[in-house]
């Protein structure tokens, strides 16, 4: 009996957990691999090498170099492995990994980018805690909920 209302536990709980779209903050990477879907539309590539795509334009303030955003956002390895996400996270542009601050930089409340950050915007040789490997390609989908200056 033990073992039958375990098992029911347990199917009840899994597709909440394979839910990619879940919106409870993940830090590490312990969350299931998905798939990233290919980049389709007018790519930007800047000088720097970031990559971006605009999914949904924004018709709000504008991010600057220097303002304090909220965004919604989810980080994954080019293996589809989730490292980190939050629904809601306010942070000075200023005081990001370079590919993500270049990535929010110019864009407007209510716009969603895909940034693909090469490693040397990121986090380079050294990598970042137990997840993210050294020499890691790093891509965000993020949603630019608010901005103001600091």
Excluded: H
Aim: aromatic share 6%.
């Amino acid at each position: 009996m033990k073992a039958r209302f375990f098992a029911l536990a347990v199917l009840a709980v899994l597709p909440a957990c394979l839910d990619a779209t879940d919106s409870t903050n993940v830090n590490g990477c312990g969350a299931p691999k998905v798939t990233i879907s290919a980049l389709n539309g007018d790519t930007v590539r800047t000088a720097s090498g970031l990559k971006y795509l605009v999914r949904t334009p924004g018709t709000g303030a504008t991010a600057l170099s220097n303002s304090l955003v909220t965004v919604a956002y989810a980080g994954y390895l080019t293996d589809g492995t989730l490292f980190d996400s939050n629904p809601s996270a306010t942070f000075a542009v200023n005081q990001l990994i370079p590919g993500f601050a270049e990535g929010v930089t110019g864009m407007k409340v209510g716009e969603s980018r895909r940034l693909i950050i090469p490693s040397v915007l990121g986090y380079g040789t050294t990598g970042a805690g137990n997840c993210i490997p050294p020499n890691a390609t790093l891509i965000f989908d993020v949603d630019l909920r608010a901005a103001a200056g600091l």
